[in-house]
Structures are given as structure tokens and as C-alpha cells.
């Protein structure tokens, strides 16, 4: 069984900045990639940010610039630091995670979610 336990989020003035962080556990053997997704009411839920293992990022266009995702495979962390925060970040992030777990298999895992909440 592999949990991912979200923190960080909140309520922020537009131009703020919020950090998210995101703890896996589990019988998880390896990490292939973790990253970040929002979703609004109405929408589908879409990539913010992903990392590799090996340390590749890909970036929604919005949030280029603005974002910066980054991991400890060691700990299995991942976080996204938000900056220059705007009204339209408002969503809640899911973490998700791609791992390598027992039997050989790989697989995605999603937290609870975190609400972010960008006032203007």
C-alpha cells in the first residue's frame, strides 16, 4: 500500500507565494516521477508540474517562471514552491505519484488533496 500526504496549502494574497510538499510512503521500490496537479470545479484536472527520477521537469505554461517543482528521491518528497501567485492558481493540488512497486509493476497515486486559495 503507498500513501502520498500533501501540506502546504492555504490562503494567499495574489503576489504571494506558497510552498506544497508532498510525502510518499509505502511499499514503494522506486520513484519513476512525482508532480503536481490542480482542478477547479467544472474542469479537468491538469499537470502543474512533474518531476523525473532523474531530475527532468515539465511545466504547465501557466505557471512557468513562476513555479518550481523539486524532489528528494532519498525521502521521497516532492515539493512545488509557488510564487508570484494569481487568482486563477486558485484549485486544489493533488500530488501524484508514479511509482515502482512490488510485483514489477508501476503505478499512479494521488493524495487528498490541498486547497490553494489566491485572493485578489
Known amino acids: 500500500q503507498v500513501q502520498l500526504v500533501e501540506s502546504g496549502g492555504g490562503l494567499v494574497q495574489a503576489g504571494g507565494s506558497l510552498t506544497l510538499s508532498c510525502a510518499a510512503s509505502g511499499s514503494i521500490l522506486s520513484i519513476n516521477a512525482m508532480g503536481w496537479y490542480r482542478q477547479v470545479p467544472g474542469k479537468q484536472r491538469e499537470l502543474v508540474a512533474k518531476i523525473t527520477s532523474g531530475g527532468s521537469t515539465n511545466y504547465a505554461d501557466s505557471v512557468k517562471g513562476r513555479f518550481t517543482i523539486s524532489r528528494d528521491n532519498a525521502k521521497n518528497t516532492v515539493q512545488l514552491q509557488m510564487n508570484s501567485l494569481k487568482a486563477e492558481d486558485t484549485a486544489v493540488y493533488y500530488c501524484?505519484?508514479?511509482?515502482?512497486?512490488?510485483?514489477?509493476?508501476?503505478?499512479?497515486?494521488w493524495g487528498q488533496g490541498t486547497q490553494v486559495t489566491v485572493s485578489s
Open positions: 501524484n505519484g508514479n511509482f515502482w512497486v512490488v510485483l514489477g509493476a508501476l503505478k499512479d497515486y
